[in-house]
């Protein structure tokens, strides 16, 4: 009998995935920016593609329909960015009350990419993490 391991499992995408289909470049392009912070991994959710940070949900690739990247997000940072980028970003009803956005992948810009994931990663990560993120990158 094999023993099961209590490690997040690494998602198996990265283009090979029905889950990621079409998305799979994009996703990278996500990962790596995601993963090049501290605390960050990949995981799975819903046995979907995930990254986590110590544990807590930052990112979910959907599988429905849509096909985008479920990321963290407070809500006035949400509102802003709907209406400020409406093909970009994107809800359901499902997500309505989640502290989430919907990001179309393909759709989104380096720059403003990486800003807001940065900010998903302060909503969540440990005050330890943040603060020595803030040390070795100051403004």
């Known amino acids: 009998m094999r023993k099961s391991s209590n490690k997040p499992r690494r998602a198996q995408l990265r283009g090979k995935s029905s889950v990621t289909g079409?998305?799979?470049p994009a996703y990278a392009r996500y990962l790596r920016i995601a993963l090049a912070l501290?605390?960050?991994?990949?995981?799975?959710?819903?046995?979907?593609?995930?990254?986590?940070?110590?544990?807590?949900?930052l990112s979910r690739?959907?599988?429905?329909a849509e096909g985008a990247l479920v990321l963290r997000c407070d809500f006035v940072d949400r509102q802003i960015l709907l209406q400020a980028d409406p093909e970009t970003f994107f809800l359901t009803d499902h997500y309505r009350d989640y502290?989430?956005?919907?990001?179309r992948l393909d759709k989104i810009h380096d720059a403003a990419f990486a800003d807001i994931v940065l900010r998903a990663w302060r909503g969540i990560a440990p005050?330890?993490?943040i603060v020595a993120h803030e040390q070795e990158n100051p403004l």
Do not use: F, Q, W
Request: proline share 9%.
């Open 99 to 103: 502290p989430c956005i919907l990001v």
């Open 22 to 24: 079409r998305l799979g």
């Open 38 to 57: 501290p605390g960050t991994e990949e995981s799975t959710s819903y046995g979907t593609p995930a990254v986590k940070v110590k544990g807590k949900l």
């Open 127 to 129: 005050k330890r993490l």
């Open 61 to 64: 690739l959907r599988s429905e």
